[in-house]
């Protein structure tokens, strides 16, 4: 049930019940909050607390699948000419669909901006979040008529006068593929420098358009709405066959794993069947990695389901865990020239790591996007981004707490 | 699954780049200009090396476990510092000379400090200024470059910057014949310290350096170009009486000091800002120092000075947060 950023939906369905493909098994709690959906036909088999990716058990609904994949009977398909911009954000809330390039935040959120706040620029994010994943890739790939659909309706809801699909160069069929698809149409294509975290939103928003989100900011703030290519297909279905997201694409690699690929995932297949799909594994991986290598979290097992934020599976063998001892900062300033966000990740992590939270708030603690790029350069290993990360925990606390 | 499986937080990858790798990359770059440093000093040059070099480690070892600390010498950065010091020192240093500067340079230079990453001071820079002071009859008595056969013993001379001093400070004029010999300069056919004389050789390591991006143009571009600039306001005023920036450019230490000991990542700027001022900095003292100061080169000490001033850059150029008009916390 806990399948996006905001509260978790609360089942609706009982132990016994029969369900339907795409009917509503859980409902939304709050605005920032979406419904859940079956991912296929069957017997509803528990409704308990299970092991969820977070790392502890939380609510589910456990289904058998009855093998028929049968679609609910209601799914309601719109015609986008008659739609308001209301109409179409409600059809998206119902039909689940949440920011699809991991970190999962309800779409219609995003979609509802305050009327203050013009949205002048619309950028969809084809640029892969992460080093290994590629499902963002092959979505554009293999399905640009779709995102091209959401990428119409959405440009729509925000009535933007700018519309950009931000693609990194170093996917040049992609960049012709929809070039191609979107001759004649007001949508750039924007090829973009191959570097991480280029897809992450500040990053691409000041690479396309030059404007810096203000610190603590949002997009919106600098008029400018992001959404990842694979949102956009997901808006397309909702709208224009109410089709709620129960699947999306996921990329099942790293050196543990035989076969890697791409596959298109029901949410809540567990990863043990993905692994299986994927010709097994090498040998016993030595690290479990939901998401990418870069911002992903490890896994106990594969008997996790797939969410709705799964972008990708990462099998790394023992060898490849990173377990040099740390030494000494040597000052070698590697991190500030890493970090995205222009901060002193070797200072914030010291201060952090001593409890000085003013010090490292007063160092823009609180701006650092958890990337991970300081982490990897450093030569002394120093555990960088995962301190600050503790700095920002405790920042936090203290906050709510005073 | 039988085997562990490790938990952690992100990330779950890492360039592969460590510390010792970095410093293993310095020492090879440090190579040539230790082969060019024998070839024109024989084996007065290659003593110097040995004992510098043992002797930092074995001070290192010394030091660490009288503080009941793990031993660290495998990490490549005493060992470093020995060769640079070495290269900072004259051909004719007595072993006891050498061996001093190597204690100096770890134990006062670094681990009192804290060792590794905590020292304010280039190590090896210290050590060649306490006995540049303590010991100026020693430290400043240089030997004739002969490249290797001619000749066994060592002729005494000045360097080329020294040369100039003297002839400043006695006639007020510079001997012309002074910057007739940029080639042999540049090649390292003159007299100084063991690893200052070759521009040729330090470039090469420091080329190495660059496309190991382990160096970055930051610091050596400023430092030098600084120095050029600056030193050529004065000889355009008066070129019968100061050098020209090529002679300040290939005599004495900049080369050494500029893409070697200027870059020491410990003891300078982290933000590139800062690492501009520092550069700017260190140009500005070593010509001051030439021209003005009692002794004839100034690259040890300029670096030393704005070693001092680095926590004081730090503090005014960091960074611009992304998203922030100024460096403040907004939250």
């Given at each position: 049930m806990a399948q996006h950023i905001g509260a978790p939906a609360v089942a609706s369905v009982e132990v016994g019940q029969s369900v339907a493909k795409g009917q509503e098994i859980g409902s939304a709690k709050g605005f920032v909050s979406v419904p859940v959906h079956a991912p296929t036909s069957g017997e509803v088999v528990?409704?308990?607390?299970?092991?969820?990716?977070?790392?502890?058990?939380?609510?589910?609904?456990?289904?058998?699948?009855?093998?028929?994949?049968?679609?609910?009977?209601?799914?309601?398909?719109?015609?986008?000419?008659?739609?308001?911009?209301?109409?179409?954000?409600?059809?998206?809330?119902?039909?689940?669909?949440?920011?699809?390039?991991?970190?999962?935040?309800?779409?219609?959120?995003?979609?509802?901006?305050?009327?203050?706040?013009?949205?002048?620029?619309?950028?969809?994010?084809?640029?892969?979040?992460?080093?290994?994943?590629?499902?963002?890739?092959?979505?554009?790939?293999?399905?640009?008529?779709?995102?091209?659909?959401?990428?119409?309706?959405?440009?729509y809801v925000f009535g933007a006068d700018r519309v950009v699909i931000g693609i990194e160069a170093n996917k040049p069929d992609a960049i012709a593929l929809l070039e191609k698809e979107c001759a004649g149409a007001p949508v750039e294509i924007l090829p973009l420098q191959v570097k991480y975290p280029q897809g992450a939103e500040k990053q691409l928003i000041a690479a396309v358009t030059g404007r810096e989100v203000p610190s603590g900011g949002l997009p919106m703030d600098v008029g400018v709405?992001?959404?990842?290519?694979?949102?956009?297909?997901?808006?397309?279905?909702?709208?224009?066959?109410?089709?709620?997201?129960?699947?999306?694409?996921?990329?099942?690699?790293?050196?543990?794993?035989?076969?890697?690929?791409?596959?298109?995932?029901?949410?809540?297949?567990?990863?043990?069947?993905?692994?299986e799909v994927c010709g097994g594994l090498t040998e016993d991986p030595g690290k479990i990695v939901l998401g990418g290598p870069m911002m992903g979290f490890t896994q106990l097992g594969f008997d996790v389901p797939a969410t709705r934020g799964t972008s990708g599976l990462l099998l790394l063998r023992d060898e490849d865990v990173d377990r040099q001892e740390e030494g000494p900062c040597?000052?070698?300033?590697?991190?500030?020239?890493?970090?995205?966000?222009?901060?002193?990740?070797?200072?914030?992590?010291?201060?952090?790591?001593?409890?000085?939270?003013?010090?490292?708030?007063?160092?823009?603690?609180m701006d650092c996007i958890e990337c991970g790029s300081c982490s990897y350069v450093c030569p002394a290993t120093i555990p960088l981004v995962q301190a600050i990360r503790y700095g920002k925990a405790a920042i936090l606390a203290k906050k709510r707490n005073s | 699954m039988s085997k562990q499986?490790?938990?952690?937080?992100?990330?779950?990858?890492?360039?592969?780049?460590?510390?010792?790798?970095?410093?293993?990359?310095?020492?090879?770059?440090?190579?040539?200009?230790?082969?060019?440093?024998?070839?024109?000093?024989?084996?007065?040059?290659?003593?110097?090396?040995?004992?510098?070099?043992?002797?930092?480690?074995?001070?290192?070892?010394?030091?660490?476990?009288?503080?009941?600390?793990?031993?660290?010498?495998?990490?490549?950065?005493?060992?470093?510092?020995?060769?640079?010091?070495?290269?900072?020192?004259?051909?004719s240093s007595p072993w006891w000379l050498t061996l001093l500067g190597a204690v100096i340079a770890i134990a006062i230079g670094k681990q009192v400090y804290g060792g590794l990453g905590s020292n304010p001071f280039n190590p090896a820079l210290v050590a060649r200024v306490v006995l540049l002071i303590s010991f100026p009859v020693q430290m400043t008595t240089w030997s004739s470059p002969?490249?290797?056969?001619?000749?066994?013993?060592?002729?005494?001379?000045?360097?080329?910057?020294?040369?100039?001093?003297?002839?400043?400070?006695?006639?007020?004029?510079?001997?012309?014949?002074?910057?007739?010999?940029?080639?042999?300069?540049?090649?390292?056919?003159?007299?100084?310290?063991?690893?200052?004389?070759?521009?040729?050789?330090?470039?090469?390591?420091?080329?190495?350096?660059?496309?190991?991006?382990?160096?970055?143009?930051?610091?050596?571009?400023?430092?030098?170009?600084t120095v050029v600039l600056?030193?050529?306001?004065?000889?355009?005023?008066?070129?019968?009486?100061?050098p020209n920036p090529l002679f300040h450019l290939l005599t004495g230490g900049l080369v050494l000091g500029a893409f070697y000991m200027a870059t020491d990542m410990v003891t300078t700027p982290v933000s590139t800002k800062g690492?501009?001022?520092?550069?700017?900095?260190?140009?500005?003292?070593?010509?001051?120092?030439?021209?003005?100061?009692?002794?004839?080169?100034?690259?040890?000490?300029?670096?030393?000075?704005?070693?001092?001033?680095?926590?004081?850059?730090?503090?005014?150029?960091?960074?611009?947060?992304?998203?922030?008009?100024?460096?403040?916390?907004?939250?």
């Amino acid at each position: 049930m806990a399948q996006h950023i905001g509260a978790p939906a609360v089942a609706s369905v009982e132990v016994g019940q029969s369900v339907a493909k795409g009917q509503e098994i859980g409902s939304a709690k709050g605005f920032v909050s979406v419904p859940v959906h079956a991912p296929t036909s069957g017997e509803v088999v528990a409704v308990e607390s299970r092991p969820h990716p977070w790392g502890t058990s939380l609510p589910a609904v456990v289904i058998k699948p009855d093998g028929e994949d049968r679609w609910t009977a209601d799914l309601q398909p719109g015609d986008p000419s008659a739609l308001s911009v209301d109409d179409i954000v409600e059809k998206v809330r119902l039909a689940g669909v949440v920011g699809m390039g991991g970190a999962a935040f309800p779409a219609h959120v995003k979609m509802s901006p305050p009327p203050e706040k013009k949205i002048s620029t619309l950028i969809f994010n084809g640029v892969e979040c992460e080093p290994y994943l590629t499902a963002d890739h092959r979505m554009m790939l293999e399905e640009p008529e779709r995102i091209l659909q959401g990428v119409a309706l959405l440009k729509y809801v925000f009535g933007a006068d700018r519309v950009v699909i931000g693609i990194e160069a170093n996917k040049p069929d992609a960049i012709a593929l929809l070039e191609k698809e979107c001759a004649g149409a007001p949508v750039e294509i924007l090829p973009l420098q191959v570097k991480y975290p280029q897809g992450a939103e500040k990053q691409l928003i000041a690479a396309v358009t030059g404007r810096e989100v203000p610190s603590g900011g949002l997009p919106m703030d600098v008029g400018v709405a992001v959404h990842n290519v694979s949102t956009a297909a997901a808006v397309a279905d909702a709208v224009l066959f109410g089709r709620p997201l129960i699947e999306r694409v996921c990329t099942v690699t790293g050196p543990a794993i035989r076969e890697p690929k791409n596959l298109r995932i029901r949410i809540g297949t567990p990863l043990s069947h993905l692994v299986e799909v994927c010709g097994g594994l090498t040998e016993d991986p030595g690290k479990i990695v939901l998401g990418g290598p870069m911002m992903g979290f490890t896994q106990l097992g594969f008997d996790v389901p797939a969410t709705r934020g799964t972008s990708g599976l990462l099998l790394l063998r023992d060898e490849d865990v990173d377990r040099q001892e740390e030494g000494p900062c040597i000052r070698c300033s590697r991190c500030v020239q890493a970090c995205p966000m222009h901060l002193l990740p070797t200072t914030i992590a010291a201060y952090s790591r001593r409890d000085l939270l003013a010090e490292a708030s007063e160092y823009c603690a609180m701006d650092c996007i958890e990337c991970g790029s300081c982490s990897y350069v450093c030569p002394a290993t120093i555990p960088l981004v995962q301190a600050i990360r503790y700095g920002k925990a405790a920042i936090l606390a203290k906050k709510r707490n005073s | 699954m039988s085997k562990q499986l490790y938990l952690s937080s992100s990330p779950h990858i890492h360039s592969g780049d460590t510390t010792s790798k970095v410093m293993r990359a310095v020492l090879y770059s440090l190579l040539p200009a230790c082969a060019v440093a024998v070839y024109f000093f024989g084996p007065a040059a290659l003593t110097v090396l040995l004992i510098a070099t043992l002797g930092c480690l074995a001070t290192e070892v010394v030091c660490q476990r009288l503080m009941g600390q793990p031993v660290t010498i495998a990490d490549g950065s005493a060992a470093i510092t020995g060769v640079l010091l070495a290269l900072n020192l004259p051909p004719s240093s007595p072993w006891w000379l050498t061996l001093l500067g190597a204690v100096i340079a770890i134990a006062i230079g670094k681990q009192v400090y804290g060792g590794l990453g905590s020292n304010p001071f280039n190590p090896a820079l210290v050590a060649r200024v306490v006995l540049l002071i303590s010991f100026p009859v020693q430290m400043t008595t240089w030997s004739s470059p002969t490249p290797f056969g001619s000749g066994l013993d060592l002729v005494t001379t000045a360097t080329p910057l020294g040369e100039w001093k003297n002839a400043v400070m006695l006639t007020g004029q510079m001997p012309p014949e002074l910057q007739s010999g940029m080639v042999d300069y540049f090649l390292g056919n003159m007299a100084g310290c063991i690893g200052e004389v070759s521009a040729l050789a330090l470039l090469l390591g420091a080329g190495y350096l660059f496309y190991k991006r382990i160096l970055t143009w930051h610091i050596p571009a400023t430092f030098v170009g600084t120095v050029v600039l600056f030193s050529s306001v004065f000889w355009l005023a008066s070129p019968d009486k100061y050098p020209n920036p090529l002679f300040h450019l290939l005599t004495g230490g900049l080369v050494l000091g500029a893409f070697y000991m200027a870059t020491d990542m410990v003891t300078t700027p982290v933000s590139t800002k800062g690492m501009l001022f520092f550069g700017v900095g260190c140009g500005v003292l070593t010509v001051l120092i030439r021209l003005f100061g009692g002794y004839p080169e100034g690259v040890s000490f300029a670096i030393l000075l704005m070693n001092a001033a680095t926590p004081l850059i730090d503090r005014y150029t960091r960074p611009k947060t992304f998203g922030t008009s100024g460096q403040g916390a907004t939250s």
